[in-house]
């Protein structure tokens, strides 16, 4: 890996690229030089172990010039390490990285403070999208994969026109209305959106813990995914230094707090044997299978949710029986063998009280995703999945090609069309490249090919109050219609479920693609 160091003393940021894949991530420093977030961690850490008030003890760690990130350092043996890091907060961004790729995190990160860069502000025409193959995969391949993304890419931009033209016609938008026109252009962008592969090239940018980021970097140093393993390694080297930034004068905020951070595949080792199991239970005639609805609502039992998953990843839109559930449990031992507070198994074995099953798009997951009011499972960002399962899901279309006639009767055809020859190529490169590729690695770029309209398996978890504010929140005018009617679809099941969520129900405005209100609004 060719790496070029940058650092701007000026703006307080810096940063650290791979040449070869274009990837970057940066550092914006609080207070260059001064390592706040290690001083803060100090004296936080300080504070609870004095009698004295934060002022105090900030005015002797200054008078005396305390070194704290060095005094972080001794004082990790009678002070728990993790909550030490957890109060050191670093701003870090990454970019040139897949769309997958910026996904998982906010998938692996649910604690972050953070935003990814909108498919609306970004030209596709000359879209740049994942370049990493491993090296048993031919050039022949290698120029096909790259063939597929740019063939769909074209077709994106060919179709915002004519999107938006027809848009304007069917909900008689004036040219006259800069208002209208706005929500009008970020509409026609949605509908179309879901052309897009998951492998464009994106940014995203993030404030969280020493704690989180040191965990971060290890999951992504030990991933099976190329594009991961750079930004592990580029990460590590920018939070702990490297000799090229100390040259340009740059001082890591929280260096000696970046630890625990080595690759690691634990998570990856230990679900691959869990998938493995459950596969060879789905083929055990004697076991009972149950057919998934396309929207479920249930109430977790802690026993059967990390086995519920791990079936979804042997077999999408089932679920297996207690039967099944009991000798999953076998795995008990050698799960709490391998996990550790350092290796935690991730959302694999994350749930919530309340459970909301079902099938969506990629492009709702990824909206939806970004919500840290509800824990999930999202087969489809475990990098343990199979490619030929995921391709098995389909496909679904932005809510305004189906719902309004002169749309569906003008366009529906054209994007059916293209989406099932996409899939057709997909599957026949999928079928080629399998011959080069372990199961881990076709899977990686098979779901960089994927696109935004993929229909993808979800498990979402939250408690009532968890519920009521994500409810409310996505349902309301101003998103994406299709992750808006997902949510109502929700409290619709709820309500059919339960009475108590019937009075919500009642009050929310149903989500209408073919409400003029509601398409300019963007509230």
Same mark, same amino acid.
């Given at each position: 890996?060719?790496?070029?160091?940058?650092?701007?003393?000026?703006?307080?940021?810096?940063?650290?690229?791979?040449?070869?894949?274009?990837?970057?991530?940066?550092?914006?420093?609080?207070?260059?030089?001064?390592?706040?977030?290690?001083?803060?961690?100090?004296?936080?850490?300080?504070?609870?172990?004095?009698?004295?008030?934060?002022?105090?003890?900030?005015?002797?760690?200054?008078?005396?010039?305390?070194?704290?990130?060095?005094?972080?350092?001794?004082?990790?043996?009678?002070?728990?390490?993790?909550?030490?890091?957890?109060?050191?907060?670093?701003?870090?961004?990454?970019?040139?990285?897949?769309?997958?790729?910026?996904?998982?995190?906010?998938?692996?990160?649910?604690?972050?403070?953070?935003?990814?860069?909108?498919?609306?502000?970004?030209?596709?025409?000359?879209?740049?999208?994942?370049?990493?193959?491993?090296?048993?995969?031919?050039?022949?391949?290698?120029?096909?994969?790259?063939?597929?993304?740019?063939?769909?890419?074209?077709?994106?931009?060919?179709?915002?026109?004519?999107?938006?033209?027809?848009?304007?016609?069917?909900?008689?938008?004036?040219?006259?209305?800069?208002?209208?026109?706005?929500?009008?252009?970020?509409?026609?962008?949605?509908?179309?959106?879901?052309?897009?592969?998951?492998?464009?090239?994106?940014?995203?940018?993030?404030?969280?813990?020493?704690?989180?980021?040191?965990?971060?970097?290890?999951?992504?140093?030990?991933?099976?995914?190329?594009?991961?393993?750079?930004?592990?390694?580029?990460?590590?080297?920018?939070?702990?230094?490297?000799?090229?930034?100390?040259?340009?004068?740059?001082?890591?905020?929280?260096?000696?707090?970046?630890? %625990?951070?080595?690759?690691?595949?634990?998570?990856?080792?230990?679900?691959?044997?869990?998938?493995?199991?459950?596969?060879?239970?789905?083929?055990?005639?004697?076991?009972? +299978?149950?057919?998934?609805?396309?929207?479920?609502?249930?109430?977790?039992?802690?026993?059967?949710?990390?086995?519920?998953?791990?079936?979804?990843?042997?077999?999408?839109?089932?679920?297996?029986?207690?039967?099944?559930?009991?000798?999953?449990?076998?795995?008990?031992?050698?799960?709490?063998?391998?996990?550790?507070? %350092?290796?935690?198994?991730?959302?694999?074995?994350?749930?919530?009280?309340?459970?909301?099953?079902?099938?969506?798009?990629?492009?709702?997951?990824?909206?939806?995703?970004?919500?840290?009011?509800?824990?999930?499972?999202?087969?489809?960002?475990?990098?343990?999945?199979?490619?030929?399962?995921?391709?098995?899901?389909?496909?679904?279309?932005?809510?305004?090609?189906?719902?309004?006639?002169?749309?569906?009767?003008?366009?529906?055809?054209?994007?059916?069309?293209?989406?099932?020859?996409?899939? +057709?190529?997909?599957?026949?490169?999928? +079928?080629?490249?399998?011959?080069?590729?372990?199961?881990?690695?076709?899977?990686?770029?098979?779901?960089?090919?994927?696109?935004?309209?993929?229909?993808?398996?979800?498990?979402?978890?939250?408690?009532?109050?968890?519920?009521?504010?994500?409810?409310?929140?996505?349902?309301?005018?101003?998103?994406?219609?299709?992750?808006?009617?997902?949510? %109502?679809?929700?409290?619709?099941?709820?309500?059919?479920?339960?009475?108590?969520?019937?009075?919500?129900?009642?009050?929310?405005?149903?989500?209408?693609?073919?409400?003029?209100?509601?398409?300019?609004?963007?509230?």
């Amino acid at each position: 890996m060719m790496v070029q160091a940058t650092y701007n003393s000026e703006l307080g940021i810096a940063g650290l690229t791979d040449t070869q894949s274009g990837i970057s991530v940066y550092t914006l420093l609080q207070n260059p030089g001064r390592k706040q977030p290690s001083v803060n961690a100090y004296l936080a850490a300080r504070y609870s172990r004095s009698g004295d008030s934060i002022e105090k003890i900030l005015s002797e760690v200054q008078t005396n010039q305390v070194d704290a990130a060095e005094r972080l350092g001794k004082i990790f043996s009678g002070y728990g390490h993790a909550s030490v890091a957890g109060m050191a907060h670093l701003f870090c961004c990454v970019e040139n990285v897949p769309a997958v790729t910026a996904m998982r995190f906010f998938y692996l990160c649910p604690t972050q403070d953070g935003q990814e860069r909108s498919s609306r502000y970004q030209n596709f025409s000359q879209g740049k999208w994942a370049n990493r193959f491993p090296v048993s995969l031919p050039t022949k391949l290698r120029v096909k994969f790259s063939a597929l993304i740019k063939t769909q890419l074209q077709m994106y931009t060919n179709l915002i026109t004519p999107t938006q033209e027809q848009l304007q016609r069917t909900f008689s938008i004036s040219s006259e209305d800069t208002k209208d026109l706005s929500a009008l252009k970020s509409r026609a962008f949605d509908t179309v959106r879901m052309l897009l592969p998951m492998g464009i090239l994106t940014n995203f940018g993030a404030v969280q813990s020493a704690r989180e980021w040191s965990r971060y970097i290890g999951v992504m140093g030990g991933s099976s995914d190329p594009h991961e393993k750079i930004v592990g390694d580029l990460l590590r080297a920018l939070l702990t230094g490297t000799r090229e930034l100390e040259e340009l004068g740059y001082v890591p905020e929280a260096a000696e707090l970046i630890r %625990h951070s080595q690759p690691s595949s634990v998570i990856e080792d230990s679900t691959n044997k869990l998938v493995a199991a459950a596969e060879q239970l789905v083929k055990n005639p004697q076991i009972n +299978k149950l057919k998934l609805p396309n929207l479920a609502v249930g109430y977790t039992h802690a026993r059967m949710a990390l086995f519920e998953h791990v079936a979804m990843l042997a077999q999408p839109g089932i679920r297996l029986d207690y039967s099944a559930v009991q000798e999953l449990e076998s795995f008990g031992k050698f799960l709490h063998l391998v996990h550790s507070q %350092h290796t935690p198994m991730g959302p694999i074995a994350q749930h919530g009280a309340i459970q909301l099953r079902g099938f969506t798009d990629l492009g709702s997951l990824k909206d939806l995703n970004r919500h840290r009011s509800l824990e999930r499972f999202i087969p489809f960002l475990d990098n343990c999945g199979s490619a030929e399962k995921e391709l098995a899901n389909g496909f679904m279309h932005c809510a305004y090609l189906q719902a309004l006639p002169s749309v569906r009767t003008q366009l529906l055809d054209i994007y059916n069309a293209c989406l099932t020859t996409y899939y +057709k190529d997909i599957y026949a490169w999928a +079928k080629e490249a399998s011959d080069y590729l372990t199961k881990a690695e076709l899977y990686s770029l098979v779901r960089y090919l994927l696109p935004h309209a993929h229909r993808s398996e979800y498990a979402m978890y939250g408690s009532v109050d968890d519920l009521i504010y994500t409810i409310r929140t996505r349902i309301r005018p101003g998103g994406h219609i299709n992750y808006r009617m997902l949510v %109502h679809s929700w409290l619709k099941a709820l309500s059919d479920t339960h009475s108590w969520w019937h009075p919500l129900y009642q009050a929310l405005e149903k989500p209408d693609p073919t409400n003029k209100a509601q398409f300019t609004d963007r509230s």
